[in-house]
Nanobody, 111 residues
Framework: QVQFVESGGALVQPGGYLRLSCVTS?????MAWYRQAPGKQREWVAF??????QRYADSVKGRFTISRDNTKTISLQMNSLKPEDTAIYYCNYYPSRDANWGQGTQVTVSS
């Protein structure tokens, strides 16, 4: 079972930035970041597939950047953070697989 471990979440003020990291227990070539805000369903944020193609949800386009550090690590650079970005952030395969959700990392954007 491939494990996904997220880190880097924190409390940050609106307009601030954070960089999240995701480390996997084995090489994964198509990965994505997802998030779940309180009282809402989990949603896809950004994906990076084998070959380098990237795509972003409209709500984060132009502010977030997904990147691959190596075959076992991806990052999510989040700039110009807004209160509505507050959520638990997860990484998983793209498309996601139910068996591989980790604990996530909490991002809170608040003054």
């Amino acid at each position: 079972q491939v494990q996904f471990v997220e880190s880097g979440g924190a409390l940050v003020q609106p307009g601030g930035y954070l960089r999240l990291s995701c480390v996997t227990s084995t090489s994964v070539f198509s990965m994505a970041w997802y998030r779940q805000a309180p009282g809402k369903q989990r949603e896809w944020v950004a994906f990076l597939v084998f070959g380098g193609s990237q795509r972003y949800a409209d709500s984060v386009k132009g502010r977030f950047t997904i990147s691959r550090d190596n075959t076992k690590t991806i990052s999510l650079q989040m700039n110009s953070l807004k209160p509505e970005d507050t959520a638990i952030y997860y990484c998983n395969y793209y498309p996601s697989r139910d068996a591989n959700w980790g604990q996530g990392t909490q991002v809170t954007v608040s003054s």
